[in-house]
Nanobody, 117 residues
C-alpha cells in the first residue's frame, strides 16, 4: 500500500500563487505516476497534472500555462506550483499515485484551495 499526505492548500487572491506538496510512504518502489486531481461539489474529479517516473507530464488544458508539476523521487514527493490562480481553480486538490502497469491507484485525503478576493 501507498500512503499520501498533502500540504499547502489555503486561501489566495485571484492572480496569486500556491504550492502544493505530497509525500508518499509505504510501497514507494511500486509507484510510477504521481500527480494531482481536483474536485468541486457536484462535479467529477478531474486531472490537473501528472508525472510519470521517467518524467513524462500531462496537464489539463485549463492549467497548462499556469501550473507546473515537479517531482523529487529521492524524497518520494510531488509538487504542484500554481500561479495566476483564478476563482475557477477553487477545489479540493488530491494527490495521486499510480503503480506500474496500473496495478494500483492511491489517493490522498485532499487539501482545499480557495481562490477569492
Amino acid at each position: 500500500q501507498v500512503q499520501l499526505v498533502e500540504s499547502g492548500g489555503g486561501l489566495v487572491q485571484p492572480g496569486g500563487s500556491l504550492r502544493l506538496s505530497c509525500s508518499a510512504s509505504g510501497s514507494i518502489f511500486r509507484i510510477d505516476a504521481m500527480g494531482w486531481y481536483r474536485q468541486t461539489p457536484g462535479k467529477q474529479r478531474e486531472l490537473v497534472a501528472v508525472m510519470s517516473a521517467r518524467g513524462d507530464t500531462n496537464y489539463a488544458n485549463s492549467v497548462r500555462d499556469r501550473f507546473t508539476i515537479s517531482r523529487d523521487n529521492a524524497m518520494n514527493t510531488v509538487y504542484l506550483q500554481m500561479n495566476s490562480l483564478k476563482p475557477e481553480d477553487t477545489a479540493v486538490y488530491s494527490c495521486y499515485a499510480g503503480g506500474f502497469g496500473g496495478v494500483f491507484h492511491s489517493w490522498g485525503q485532499g487539501t482545499q484551495v480557495t481562490v477569492s478576493s
